[in-house]
């Protein structure tokens, strides 16, 4: 008998709660549940940069060329026609630029202002190739330089 009163007294204190009382300025206060996620993780791989290895060595055959020079000048076809004769990969002239900096699995052929006379370096590591030229070479008889230096590159 009690459990049924108790019952009947939460159903109508339930329902006088749910009604508003009947009195009309009666509020009804609602409460938010935040609904926030779970704190999650965002775990970063990262590849690490590649690398230039130990100096000596040579690049593969078909080992991609970056010619550091406007596409326009006459060096750029010297550039291509001497990665053709020696088996290199596509020769893609990005834009003049001083630097002559090493890039992993890439040949790249830069001009060196101090160089005079026909003048090529060639240096080497496991997996890329820098060839500096004489600002002068381009296209005509002295090409030929730039295959010799290209040469170098090759294993």
Wanted: with cysteine; aromatic share 4%.
């Amino acid at each position: 008998m009690r459990v049924l009163f108790l019952l009947a007294a939460v159903a109508l204190v339930a329902g006088a709660c749910s009604s508003g009382g009947g009195g009309g300025n009666a509020t009804t206060a609602t409460s938010e549940v935040p609904t926030t996620a779970p704190p999650t993780t965002l775990a970063l791989v990262t590849t690490p940069a590649p690398t230039v290895g130990p100096s000596g060595g040579h690049v593969p055959a078909g080992t991609p060329v970056q010619a550091r020079f406007n596409p326009d000048n006459n060096i750029v076809a010297a550039v291509i026609a001497g990665a053709q004769a020696v088996g290199l990969g596509p020769v893609v002239a990005t834009r003049y630029s001083p630097d002559c900096s090493p890039l992993p699995n890439t040949v790249i052929v830069c001009r060196n202002a101090s160089y005079t006379g026909g003048r090529t370096s060639t240096a080497t590591w496991s997996n890329a190739c820098v060839v500096e030229l004489d600002p002068t070479l381009g296209g005509g008889a002295r090409s030929s330089v730039v295959t010799d230096a290209l040469r170098k590159c090759v294993a």
